[in-house]
């Protein structure tokens, strides 16, 4: 497979990672696809995750560390992409693996199709399985036979979110799994131009959820693999999994309501924000408890969510309630089989 050697940069937030971010450093280092520009943003840690973020550097010119105050993951991602120079984008989190030919079929696939963006498939691992998915990884995947493309990348991020959805479209040839992505940024890549103009929020949890409508209705095209290029590290501490607060579950019904009214003027039926904040506003109800102040927080939030719900047309909500429905038994069963591995 032959690839032009264009500069790739690669975004890894880094904090307190000191445990497993060797792994992940090795995973990018060792890329069958080299180069590269490794941007590593060390927000601060405290437990000698700095150290090694700089003896990597200094045996790997090819690594750039940016060592800043604790500010949150958002500015650490702008401090990555601000000194990024490659004419392609890719993002990690510090304790994933990569497979070490991720770049390559990315870049591949992105470049073959003329897309926007290419994706591929990833796995979930607990931290017991670390020696196993390194090796794994460092195997390579095999080159895949095809490569799914798609347009629309807006109506695709808002409509094939349920996992039942995909199974059935896969069995009647629509390639449902193939039209499938979240909002994480990490098992991509992303011509740098898409990011021009486009940063994430200070200070807010659902950071990548944010941006993720105004980017993807930049987006014409998309370019889908069906192999397994990164390995997503399962920690019951990450804030994905752990943290549980009025503030957290705001952010997410915020950016919830962003991208909606982004789908609606669009002409897309919102059905993953309409789940996003339905779901939100449930967990806000829990966390407000008692207290004045949150019981207010949480009445302006539901007015803000009934007046985009009425702006729908009836078949578009019926669409959206029987979808979020789905999408919640599917999430119970997610949350039980996924988020406890050890």
Avoid at 9 to 15: E, T
Avoid at 67 to 81: F, K, V
Avoid at 84 to 99: E, I, P, T
Avoid at 193 to 216: C, K, S, T
């Amino acid at each position: 497979m032959t690839v032009s050697q264009d500069l790739v940069s690669i975004i890894i937030p880094v904090y307190n990672s000191a445990q497993y971010l060797p792994y992940c450093l090795d995973s990018i280092c060792g890329q069958t696809y080299q180069h590269l520009q490794i941007i590593l943003v060390d927000d601060g840690s405290t437990d000698g995750s700095s150290d090694i973020c700089d003896r990597y550097a200094a045996r790997d010119h090819r690594i750039q560390v940016i060592h800043q105050e604790n500010q949150g993951i958002s500015i650490a991602q702008n401090a990555g992409l601000d000194a990024s120079k490659g004419r392609y984008l890719a993002f990690a989190d510090n304790d994933d693996v990569l497979d070490r030919r991720n770049i390559e079929l990315l870049l591949h696939a992105l470049k073959s199709t003329d897309a926007d963006m290419s994706k591929a498939r990833w796995q979930q691992f607990g931290s017991s399985q670390m020696g196993f998915i390194v090796n794994e990884a460092a195997h390579g995947a095999a080159t895949p036979r095809s490569i799914k493309v798609f347009t629309n990348p807006l109506k695709a991020y808002q409509t094939y979110f349920c996992k039942s959805l995909r199974i059935f479209m896969d069995m009647t040839g629509k390639s449902g799994e193939a039209r499938y992505f979240n909002e994480a940024n990490w098992c991509r890549l992303y011509k740098a131009g898409l990011w021009e103009g486009i940063r994430f929020p200070p200070g807010r949890y659902a950071q990548d959820i944010m941006v993720a409508g105004p980017l993807y209705r930049r987006m014409s095209k998309v370019a889908d693999i069906d192999t397994v290029l990164y390995y997503w590290l399962q920690s019951p501490s990450s804030v994905t999994h752990a943290l549980r607060s009025m503030n957290f579950y705001r952010d997410n019904v915020a950016a919830g309501l962003t991208n909606f009214k982004l789908a609606l003027d669009n002409g897309i039926t919102p059905m993953r924000s309409y789940y996003s904040i339905w779901d939100g506003l449930r967990s806000e109800t829990a966390a407000a408890g008692s207290d004045p102040k949150n019981q207010q927080k949480l009445r302006l939030d539901r007015k803000r969510a009934d007046a985009l719900f009425q702006s729908m047309g009836l078949f578009q909500r019926i669409r959206c309630t029987i979808s979020t429905w789905v999408r919640h038994l599917e999430k119970l069963v997610y949350d039980a089989r996924i988020k406890n591995m050890a």
